[in-house]
């Protein structure tokens, strides 16, 4: 089973920019697709972008498209995720996790710890 650890998140005005990195152990990540999934205080974890084993294909959840970019590195064994344009509605804890290639968590059987992101008004 994969491990993950994600970092970058942090505390940003609105408006701003976070990078979040998620590093991969203990599995070969280029077997996996990789997703973002995000969640906030009293809500569920929700979906937020997926890429594919080769980072040929990607797909976004309407509320940050235009806004986030996901990429990956599999020489590194590390996905990305930008963030640009961020609002208050995008504070979560976000999560990296490794899978198949759906917007369904279940699809995904590794999971980070997640990183908190704080988008201030």
């Known amino acids: 089973q994969v491990q993950l650890v994600e970092s970058g998140g942090g505390l940003v005005q609105a408006g701003g920019s976070l990078k979040l990195s998620c590093a991969a152990s203990?599995?070969?990540?280029?077997?996996?697709?990789m997703a973002w999934f995000r969640q906030a205080p009293g809500k569920e974890r929700a979906f937020v972008a997926a890429i594919n084993w080769n980072g040929v294909n990607t797909d976004y959840r309407d509320f940050v498209k235009g806004r986030f970019t996901i990429s990956r590195n599999n020489a590194e064994n590390t996905v990305y995720l930008q963030m640009n344009s961020l609002k208050p509605e995008d504070t979560a804890v976000y999560y990296c996790?490794?899978?198949?290639?759906?917007?369904?968590?279940?699809?995904?059987?590794?999971w980070g710890q997640g990183t908190q992101v704080t988008v201030s008004s």
């Open positions: 996790a490794a899978g198949s290639f759906q917007r369904a968590a279940t699809a995904y059987g590794g």
């Open positions: 203990g599995g070969t990540f280029r077997n996996y697709a």
